[in-house]
């Protein structure tokens, strides 16, 4: 069946064997599920373990040590077959491990990452609200739909109020689409003119509504149109690149110097007439095609950059991919609302109205605290008769007993509305009371819920505590609560609401309600049957005002003055009007003065030019549309400001996708931000964006010192064979300083095992040096300066220690001097390691120890050699023999490189300050 929208709504819910007031129930959800399957989206197809097994083998790095033990086993020398065979065999199975599990552990950390991002949608089922995943939805299911909700499947509307829906990413549509629960006779109408249908994959823009699923899985129209959900680009970040293209050029270095090598030494042997093995020629290009090869570098990038985004999961923090540390590294500017900013504030009854006695917090709260150590006998007492020395209302406790009950429902309290934290400061302050809620609604059964809708601008939650005997309670917008009493109660004593009485109820609202408090009301209407919100207009009776204020949270203050200390320029969206702004702006220390706020007028008056002119000044905006939030962005990075912006709805569509970075709070976001979020704050509010910057600024600077010492590693290794090379041409030298083993028991040493350790640095998040700064690569023209610089000095160090050897020690044999080349070459990388990545700041001795794993890793890398040098079955393996006087040189060309601040990449006065 297709044309579900032509049907009424009885004939669908007898066809699934749901209802509107219980949804289905748990033996009709496992028989749908069984029929019609799970409602599962289509995804991208993953690779097996085979597949990324196949992908590593095929890595140039471990062709070449396959090519080479090739050439080994063909060799006539079994003395040197078996042990090289075997040498090369194991480092090529422990580098594929590495890769493999590497590879693996990336996919199921972005695994993990991605379950943060996956969102939960509202259904009645059995009576209740539930939430459950858009994977667990079946035919039948009773939807509720609000704005920014995400809506799973394609569902016929069976009650809507002013429901909009955002249907651009199905139909390709611009705007809303008016959808209502009116029954559509007319045949044929194609998916777009379907008002009373909501689409899997769309979202709600405003209104909200109910919805019977139709169609689940492949079956969603979204697949007849061949749209699919969202996925992430392929392209490689411009950090990949980097490493891409470095190791590209060191590749085809390898090979050209390694076939000019091939044809001088073919050259030279059909000069001597000797017989030519071309066994040799190849080793002679292996040699300089390997020692020209790092490890894999752009996996140790997707390594380290996994690592720490799982260190910014502790900070309360989640990104999307782990490529987006690389747009967070480079962030400027960040935009947020009020709700972003100010999310750490904690929410208090600032004061409440009752007995038509208006009580501040601070005597409110000195009331509580006389509570505090009561015991529960005494504190009842003292709760049901305030001393009047306390200037407490009788009917105070009495109110917010009400609220509690008022705010008490499941089945359309929002978990991710702000109302759930009235909600809590509610439940807390009964607790100090002494009330239990549990314990009451176990003494009043709740029999009906109506959520807040625009008409009455209040819930109503219904209980009954007897027989024909009901509580109705109106819990929500103060004002209209108000207007929706004839009633006051006054001191236990129930009176007519008169006309002096409703207007001093007024003032007393005026007077609570501010930029920063948000003021409900409480009413209530005992009957013998229950009422809907219609039946409870003009005859509840009014029982007060609670108001509710954030606390002033210094935190909050702090941080935003250690960014734009720093650099990192902090603009409020709000929806607040201009003078409400304005106050929050000023308290916030964003702004000084009215100039530094633009209003949605004024916006509208300005051109490009001119926006452009004020976007410097202005630091607020009151009430932009969703336009003017997109050109605030553009306009930022026209200024070269990389943007980060904090998205809540619909509303900041235009400017989440326009923005550099797109960051949600999963507090009250809607599905909407959620899903086109880059980056989650899941805890801590506005201080967690103000670690997680300067975190990945750090580890970032971190990342890119650990690259720079790898590709250090490597062209010291190939500027080692090339200036033998050039012995061997020039000075008719008739060894090159290293063997083909001992090049692959270098690259093992010095990159292949320090990778089990780099990207483990602890992290300290000092403001006054991590700077958030203009965008950085991650390889600057200063750092390939550095790496050039350091490979010089190591390789150099090495090749004169060599030709000392081999020229003026007359007692020294070749293997020696190959022997102390090899020592000196790894022994110099690993005592480089600790410059290369300190900070000008940052003293030796704290660098050598700020990765303790990689520190024991470097040790054991040092003791291995050492053991291969005096453990005499392992010699002839590499041919490496024990040293003697030749460690003097090996020891001191270390300590240079240990102690000189040998580091062009990392400059103290970044970004001109």
Same mark, same amino acid.
């Given at each position: 069946?297709?044309?579900?929208?032509?049907?009424?709504?009885?004939?669908?819910?007898?066809?699934?064997?749901?209802?509107?007031?219980?949804?289905?129930?748990?033996?009709?959800?496992?028989?749908?599920?069984?029929?019609?399957?799970?409602?599962?989206?289509?995804?991208?197809?993953?690779?097996?373990?085979?597949?990324?097994?196949?992908?590593?083998?095929?890595?140039?790095?471990?062709?070449?040590?396959?090519?080479? /033990?090739?050439?080994? %086993?063909?060799? +006539?020398?079994?003395?040197?077959?078996?042990?090289s065979v075997l040498f090369i065999g194991s480092v090529f199975i422990i580098t594929l491990s590495?890769?493999?599990? =590497?590879?693996?552990?990336?996919?199921?950390?972005?695994?993990?990452?991605?379950?943060?991002?996956?969102?939960?949608?509202?259904?009645?089922?059995?009576?209740?609200?539930?939430?459950?995943?858009?994977t667990e939805i079946v035919p039948g299911d009773l939807l509720l739909l609000k704005p920014g909700?995400?809506? !799973?499947?394609?569902?016929?509307?069976?009650?809507?109020?002013?429901?909009?829906?955002?249907?651009?990413?199905?139909?390709?549509?611009?705007?809303?689409?008016?959808?209502?629960?009116?029954?559509?006779?007319?045949?044929?109408?194609?998916?777009?003119?379907?008002?009373?249908?909501?689409?899997?994959?769309?979202?709600?823009?405003?209104?909200?509504?109910?919805?019977?699923?139709?169609?689940?899985?492949?079956?969603?129209?979204?697949?007849?149109?061949? @749209?699919?959900?969202?996925t992430m680009p392929n392209?490689?970040?411009?950090?990949?690149?980097?490493?891409?293209?470095?190791?590209?050029?060191?590749?085809?270095?390898?090979?050209?110097?390694?076939?000019?090598?091939?044809?001088?030494?073919?050259?030279?042997?059909?000069?001597?007439?000797?017989?030519?093995?071309?066994?040799?020629?190849?080793?002679? %290009?292996?040699?300089?095609?390997? /020692?020209?090869? !790092?490890? +894999?570098?752009?996996?140790?990038?997707? /390594?380290?950059?996994?690592?720490k985004v799982a260190g910014l999961l502790k900070i309360g923090v989640v990104l999307r991919n782990r490529q987006f540390l690389e @747009?967070?590294?480079?962030?400027?500017?960040?935009?947020?609302?009020?709700?972003?900013?100010?999310?750490?504030?904690?929410?208090?009854?600032?004061?409440?109205?009752?007995?038509?006695?208006?009580?501040?917090?601070?005597?409110?709260?000195?009331?509580?605290?006389?509570?505090?150590?009561?015991?529960?006998?005494?504190?009842?007492?003292? =709760?049901?008769?305030?001393?009047?020395?306390?200037?407490?209302?009788?009917?105070a406790p009495g109110l917010v007993l009400t609220a509690g009950l008022g705010t008490s429902g499941e089945r359309y309290y929002d978990r991710y509305d702000i109302d759930h934290a009235h909600q809590q400061v509610i439940k807390e302050t009964m607790k100090q009371l002494g009330y239990e809620l549990t314990e009451l609604q176990s003494k009043m059964e709740l029999v009906a819920e109506y959520p807040w809708t625009s008409n009455f601008g209040y819930e109503l939650h219904v209980?009954?505590?007897?027989?024909?005997?009901?509580?109705?309670?109106?819990?929500? +917008?103060?004002?209209?609560?108000?207007?929706?009493?004839?009633?006051?109660?006054?001191?236990?004593?129930?009176?007519?609401?008169?006309?002096?009485?409703?207007?001093?109820?007024?003032?007393?609202?005026?007077?609570?309600?501010?930029?920063?408090?948000? =003021?409900?009301?409480?009413?209530?209407?005992?009957?013998?049957?229950?009422?809907?919100? !219609?039946? =409870?207009?003009?005859?509840?009776?009014?029982?007060?005002?609670?108001?509710?204020?954030?606390?002033?949270?210094?935190?909050?203050?702090?941080?935003?003055?250690a960014f734009t200390d720093t650099g990192l320029k902090v603009i409020l969206i709000s929806d607040s009007d201009e003078q409400s702004t304005t106050d929050l702006a000023r308290e916030l220390g964003l702004i000084h003065s009215r100039n530094a706020v633009g209003t949605r007028e004024e916006l509208m008056k300005l051109s490009t030019q001119e926006f452009d002119k004020e976007v410097p000044n202005w630091n607020a905006y009151s009430q932009p549309t969703q336009e003017q939030r997109r050109n605030i962005v553009l306009s930022l990075k026209r200024h070269n400001h990389s943007v980060g912006f904090l998205g809540r709805d619909v509303n900041d569509q235009r400017a989440m996708i326009t923005a550099d970075l797109a960051f949600a709070d999963t507090r009250y976001a809607s599905h909407f931000a959620?899903?086109?979020?880059?980056?989650?704050?899941?805890?801590?509010?506005?201080?967690?964006?103000?670690?997680?910057?300067?975190? /990945?600024?750090? %580890?970032?600077?971190?990342?890119?010192?650990?690259?720079?010492?790898?590709?250090?590693?490597t062209l010291s290794q190939f500027l080692t064979v090339i200036f033998g090379l050039v012995l061997f041409v020039a000075f008719e030298f008739e060894e090159m300083p290293l063997t083909i083993t001992q090049v692959i028991w270098v690259q093992f040493l010095t990159t292949m095992l320090p990778a089990l350790g780099l990207g483990f640095e602890k992290l300290y998040l000092n403001e006054k040096q991590q700077r958030p700064g203009r965008a950085v690569l991650l390889l600057p023209k200063t750092a390939v300066l550095d790496v050039v610089c350091r490979s010089v000095v190591i390789s150099l160090m090495t090749i004169i220690h060599f030709l000392v050897l081999t020229t003026f020690a007359t007692d020294s044999s070749i293997e020696v001097a190959q022997t102390a080349a090899c020592t000196t070459l790894i022994f110099a990388q690993v005592a480089s390691y600790f410059q290369c990545t300190r900070y000008p700041w940052e003293s030796l001795f704290k660098r050598m120890f700020a990765n303790i794993r990689l520190f024991f890793i470097l040790i054991g890398i040092i003791g291995l050699h050492l053991g291969v040098m005096y453990v005499e079955p392992l010699h002839e393996l590499l041919g490496i023999v024990p040293l003697r006087e030749e460690w003097v040189v090996t020891s001191l060309c270390s300590l240079i490189l240990l102690l000189l601040p040998l580091n062009l990449a990392i400059n103290p006065r970044r970004d001109g300050h």
């Open positions: 069946m297709s044309n579900f929208y032509a049907e009424s709504i009885s004939f669908l819910l007898n066809h699934f064997n749901t209802d509107l007031e219980n949804g289905l129930s748990h033996a009709n959800i496992i028989d749908a599920r069984e029929r019609h399957g799970t409602n599962e989206h289509k995804s991208k197809m993953v690779k097996s373990e085979i597949g990324l097994f196949f992908e590593q083998v095929l890595n140039w790095k471990l062709l070449l040590l396959i090519a080479t /033990a090739v050439i080994f %086993a063909l060799t +006539d020398d079994d003395t040197l077959k078996i042990p590495w890769s493999i599990f =590497v590879a693996i552990n990336l996919r199921k950390k972005q695994n993990q990452c991605n379950t943060h991002f996956n969102v939960t949608v509202s259904v009645i089922r059995q009576g209740k609200q539930e939430k459950c995943s858009p909700n995400f809506i !799973p499947a394609d569902a016929r509307i069976v009650q809507s109020e002013g429901l909009t829906v955002n249907e651009s990413a199905l139909f390709g549509s611009s705007g809303s689409a008016q959808k209502s629960d009116n029954d559509l006779e007319e045949a044929g109408l194609t998916p777009e003119k379907q008002t009373n249908m909501v689409f899997g994959g769309t979202y709600v823009d405003s209104g909200m509504g109910q919805a019977i699923v139709v169609r689940i899985g492949k079956q969603l129209e979204m697949y007849q149109h061949d @749209r699919s959900t969202r392209e490689m970040t411009v950090a990949e690149n980097q490493i891409k293209f470095f190791v590209d050029i060191l590749r085809i270095a390898g090979i050209v110097v390694g076939g000019i090598a091939v044809a001088i030494l073919w050259w030279n042997e059909s000069q001597q007439t000797n017989a030519i093995d071309w066994q040799v020629f190849v080793q002679f %290009a292996l040699l300089f095609a390997i /020692a020209a090869t !790092p490890h +894999d570098l752009l996996l140790l990038l997707n /390594a380290i950059l996994t690592q @747009r967070l590294n480079r962030l400027t500017a960040f935009c947020s609302d009020e709700k972003g900013i100010a999310s750490r504030k904690a929410l208090t009854i600032s004061n409440i109205y009752v007995d038509e006695q208006l009580v501040n917090r601070p005597v409110w709260e000195s009331w509580l605290k006389t509570l505090d150590t009561l015991p529960k006998e005494e504190k009842s007492t003292r =709760v049901n008769s305030i001393s009047p020395r306390f200037q407490v209302p009788q009917g209980f009954q505590s007897a027989e024909n005997e009901y509580l109705n309670i109106l819990f929500g +917008d103060a004002r209209n609560v108000l207007e929706a009493c004839d009633y006051i109660l006054v001191n236990t004593e129930l009176k007519e609401f008169s006309n002096d009485q409703y207007e001093v109820s007024n003032e007393i609202l005026n007077y609570m309600q501010n930029s920063r408090n948000t =003021v409900y009301g409480v009413a209530s209407v005992h009957s013998e049957v229950p009422l809907t919100p !219609p039946e =409870v207009q003009r005859m509840s009776t009014f029982l007060g005002f609670i108001g509710f204020s954030a606390n002033d949270d210094e935190e909050i203050r702090e941080a935003i003055k959620l899903e086109h979020a880059d980056c989650l704050i899941v805890e801590k509010g506005f201080k967690a964006v103000k670690d997680c910057l300067l975190f /990945a600024r750090e %580890a970032y600077q971190n990342l890119s010192g650990s690259l720079r010492w790898c590709l250090s590693c």
